[in-house]
């Protein structure tokens, strides 16, 4: 079975800093990892995916994350961290063996990002 | 096409109720998806549609719930009996069969079992 894990529940960052939001993954064969993010009371909306080639894939509002295949890691990064990024970040991971997409999150992670 | 959209947003009812919540997707995307999502938690998967067939169901999806997607557009998700372990977030997604693998996420539907 495929699995995320988010370590932390809580992120806290000053605006301006780089800010880290840590994923590690757990799948059978080769993983698709995606970031997603949800504002309060809102959907999820798509940040990033890794697929395949690239280890480090940049995504919407200057994020980025960086796949590391030997630690099993996905991190998500940004260089600057703006107030208005605070938010829930999902980490998640394609089911390959169910074959329709279906994706397998994390429990996610609240950042805050202070002035 | 705004994105995928999910009707009611919000959705208040007794417990022993039924509900019934509404997923418009994309227009060309061909597969569904439901999840849900409860406080302090991911979203779990619930069940997905390719055009009308359901291909997947888990086992959270209790014989209380039931889904359709009758024309391979919109599809609905039937809650019946509510109880108050049902008081959630109820989110629809969209993807297409060989575009962008990723999938993307109405706004969600909101229930209270009260």
């Known amino acids: 079975a495929q699995s995320v894990a988010q370590p932390e529940d809580q992120v806290n960052v000053a605006e301006g800093n780089p800010l880290t939001v840590k994923c590690t993954y757990s799948v059978s064969g080769n993983p698709y990892l995606f970031w997603y993010v949800q504002y309060p009371n809102r959907g999820l909306q798509f940040l990033l995916k890794y697929i395949t080639g690239d280890n480090l894939v940049k995504g919407s509002y200057g994020f980025e994350a960086e796949f590391n295949k030997s630690q099993t890691s996905f991190h998500l990064k940004k260089p600057s961290a703006l107030v208005s990024d605070s938010a829930l970040y999902f980490c998640a991971v394609r089911d390959i063996g169910g074959g329709g997409n279906k994706l397998t999150f994390g429990t996610g992670t609240q950042l805050k990002v202070e002035l | 096409d705004t994105g995928v959209s999910q009707n009611p947003r919000h959705k208040i009812t007794k417990r022993g109720q039924n509900v019934t919540f509404r997923c418009d997707p994309i227009?060309?995307?061909?597969?569904l998806y439901w999840y849900r999502q409860t406080l302090g938690q991911g979203p779990e998967f619930l069940t997905y549609?390719?055009?009308?067939?359901?291909?997947?169901k888990s086992r959270l999806l209790s014989d209380r719930f039931s889904a359709e997607r009758p024309k391979g557009s919109f599809s609905t998700l039937e809650i019946q009996r509510t109880e108050q372990g049902d008081s959630a977030m109820y989110l629809c997604?969209?993807?297409?069969?060989?575009?962008?693998?990723?999938?993307?996420f109405g706004q969600g539907t909101r229930l209270t079992v009260v």
């Open positions: 997604a969209s993807s297409l069969v060989g575009g962008p693998t990723e999938a993307f």
């Open positions: 549609f390719q055009n009308e067939a359901q291909l997947e």
């Open positions: 227009s060309e995307h061909n597969r």
